[in-house]
């Protein structure tokens, strides 16, 4: 229940804040719970911190069979999805807009892509493969990642905020939202956006460079 | 009365003559253009693309005239039934299925491929709702 508030209300957060930024500096919101914890200052002394949402350590298949963990994404932004490779519905869209983002930072080693199979059954490491390699995004930048069905789903809802059901009586099976989650340096959702809505995908186009210029002041 | 009969006689007769003047067959054709394109835009703009240009070799684009006109009488099947074989586009193999659309109906379908056919470079004219329910007759 949580979940599905979140998300509309970190889109919120997201709108004032693009709207508030038009005046000023450009920076993305951090988007997700937030909570304030007492921490240790270098000097020793203690004092209150804003500590935020950062996506956990994982471990996952990918196309190549091998193990890939956080590491994978180190001095790395990246963008997130949950989609399957018999997906007939919203994923092709999703990937077409995706590929798009790809085609235009590929030569930026500090922008990867990490798409998760939400179909456990089917959707092994060599079905990615055969995926990526028709998408023609199997250059290890975007990875396409295997994991079981707790795994996934549980960082989905609980990390990335994206709803994630299996439904036998959805057409296909699964019931999923198509947003495509921007994460940054230090593991921080810093955007989501509708991966099926032209004008979101755009927004993210415009949001990826002013993340990458954070890092360099 | 009889006045009236007449009247209303020559104004249909006029009505007649200035449509037909106007080629009813284009006008049918560009109002299935038009809907067809709705349908496209819902059904297979996803997988196929705004123009037709498909996605990577996972689906293929919708600009071979070539095949489209070779296979006109298959069309119909390949929307309402899918497609599992493989298929050659522009030289290229592509190994996908395509999903059925078993609810659409023969209207949609003449619609469709009136869009489809008449776009993308493609211009091979009408389809009618009686030609698609013909060749779906004849599917494999």
């Known amino acids: 229940m949580k979940l599905q508030i979140s998300i509309p209300l970190s889109l919120f957060a997201a709108a004032i804040v693009l709207i508030t930024s038009c005046q000023g500096e450009k920076k993305l919101p951090i988007l997700g719970p937030r909570t304030v914890e007492t921490v240790k200052k270098p000097d020793g002394s203690s004092g209150v911190d804003t500590v935020y949402k950062t996506i956990p350590n994982f471990s996952f298949l990918n196309q190549d069979s091998v193990t890939i963990t956080n590491d994978k994404f180190r001095d790395k932004i990246y963008i997130a999805d949950f989609f399957f490779t018999s997906c007939t519905t919203i994923c092709p869209t999703m990937h077409r807009n995706m590929k798009e983002i790809f085609e235009k930072y590929k030569d930026n080693p500090e922008v990867m892509y990490l798409s998760h199979t939400i179909d456990f059954k089917y959707d092994t490491p060599s079905v990615l493969k055969k995926y990526a390699q028709k998408l023609g995004v199997d250059n290890g930048q975007w990875q396409f990642v295997y994991g079981s069905k707790d795994s996934v789903y549980k960082i989905a809802e609980k990390d990335y905020l994206v709803a994630v059901i299996e439904d036998s009586t959805a057409k296909e099976g699964y019931i999923h939202q198509g947003w495509l989650v921007l994460i940054d340096k230090q593991k921080r959702i810093r955007g989501a956006y509708d991966g099926t809505d032209t004008k979101q995908v755009a927004q993210l186009m415009k949001d990826i460079p002013v993340l990458l210029s954070e890092d360099k002041k | ?140």
């Open chain 2, 1 to 140: 009365m009889r006045r009236f009969l007449i009247g209303t006689l020559f104004l249909l007769l006029l009505a007649t003559i200035i449509y037909s003047c106007q080629d009813a067959g284009q006008i049918k054709q560009d109002v299935y253009y038009v809907n067809g394109r709705d349908l496209y835009i819902k059904h297979c703009q996803n997988c196929h693309g705004a123009k037709g240009e498909g996605l990577g070799t996972l689906t293929p684009p919708l600009t071979d005239s070539v095949f489209l006109k070779s296979n006109r009488e298959k069309l119909a099947c390949y929307i309402k039934n899918g497609i599992k074989d493989s298929i050659v586009i522009n030289g290229i193999k592509y190994e996908g299925t395509m999903p059925a659309f078993p609810e659409l109906y023969d209207i949609d379908i003449a619609q469709l491929l009136v869009y489809i056919s008449n776009s993308f470079g493609n211009k091979q004219g009408m389809y009618t709702t009686e030609s698609v329910a013909t060749d779906l007759k004849n599917c494999k």
